[in-house]
């Protein structure tokens, strides 16, 4: 498989009261701010209208490291960012493999993030978390996540969360447990991830996965990548070595090999990808 891509994110951070100060870090992004502030990811690479708008959410902050999100946002659960310039690789480590794996995805609701800086918690109750293969409204479902992280010490960080999903027209309910660990001492990052969902359907799945990037130049790093998932009696296994070049501050063309090894004929064989980020 190969494929060229353009990925253009843009992002408008509105302050209506107060001043916002952001740090980010592996276990996201931290904004102190006294206010309300307003965000809105666009996503202009989609084909369809209907997935330009990604996130769309307010935040009142009731001080530093306290504060209070409502409309669709990204959810908690997973190492690997949802933005293509977050990731290590052209893809993320699950893309293929197994088939109706839920991933990281936008949802709406409310939540509420204490963030210290060395302890973090993320409560939120939304409408679906993507555990159902049907599409949820918040009158007829309802899902929440739960999720707590801390900073060992500067540059080894872990986080461990649950969800629950309870979708319309499902007698039981579906769930996920996620955890990960990272280390980032400097140009060196290394990262553990597991994940164990248990489906309405009563069928199981599980994965996890090792990575590797180094940074040898502002100019050139590398990643090596392994998956391994579990859905019922399918397995799969991935194997992932990219290439990131950051050609400009606001251009990077990224290179990645992937190799599947799947009981699915369909995902089995050989992953060519190569991308082109703009970014401002």
Known sequence: MTEDSINISTQFNRVTQGNTICSKG???TKC???????E???NLSQDDNASLLEQAFGRYSFNQDLHL???KQLTVLGFEGDEATDLYAVTTAFDRGISGRPGRTYVEGVRINYNNGLFGLVFGVHDTYGLHSNAADLDDGMAIDLAASVMFFPGLEAQLGFANENGAGEEDDSQQFNGWI???PGDLTLAFEFDSFSFADNTDASDIMLLANYQFSDFF???FRYAHMEYESVEA??????ALFSITDNFGLNLEYSYCSSDLQAHDGNEFY???LISY
């Open 26 to 28: 592996l276990v996201g």
């Open 32 to 38: 102190r701010s006294l206010g309300v502030t307003a």
């Open 40 to 42: 809105v990811h666009l």
């Open 69 to 71: 999100t409502f409309g």
């Open 182 to 184: 990272a280390w980032n």
């Open 221 to 223: 790093g590398a990643t």
């Open 237 to 242: 296994d991935r194997l992932t070595l990219a």
């Open 274 to 276: 190569v991308e082109g």
